[in-house]
């Protein structure tokens, strides 16, 4: 049973200033006039955070330091990663992005919200990239939770469409495409009223392009 049916989700995201000195080195151009009078320490900030990067990182592959961003806590360094394996099809990958998984859902203080959700679907899609069948019940557990978010919040935007497909892409690509396939159908069916005009079309127009996956 998932804990986020009944809960209510936030939508808001991290901002730049909640990000860790190593964070703000690497989304430097996400900084603003606002957050650099903020941090009055920033610029010795990323003197620090270029010096700890290098010593931590000198001596791993590209792979080991997207392994090891799997579970950063800025979030944007987390979707880079696991993005990259996957797009990569880096073995090494699959372990520690099936463990993010788990962990999110295992968390019973987790929060819903549609970063995480996001986050969520980037993983069910790297999994199927990496393509071991292995994963498949943490790519299932994925599909389960974003095939519930319309009937649970009624949140059938633009952004669900793509968290839910990009999720279900991945089930496919592990050998799973009729079941990814019926379900698409099924949560169509069954929410689409909740659905805007816009999204009904948008997500008919990808459930029609996803029979070719």
Known sequence: ???AIGARPSFAFACPSQMTASNRLRNLNLLTIRDLNAQPGTAADFRKAVLG?????RDKTPTERKVADVTDVWFRNRFDAVIWLGQAKAKE?????AARIDAYYDDPKRSVDTTSRAEMGHCALALGQIGDKASLPQVRRVCEDLS?????YGAGDSGLIEDLF???RGLALLGAKEEALKELERVLAAHGEKFDAGARKEYAEKLKAAKGW
């Open 1 to 3: 049973m998932r804990a």
């Open 53 to 57: 990067w290098y010593a931590a990182n």
């Open 93 to 97: 990958g699959r372990a520690p992005i």
């Open 148 to 152: 519930a978010w319309p009937g649970t």
């Open 166 to 168: 990009r999720a279900y």
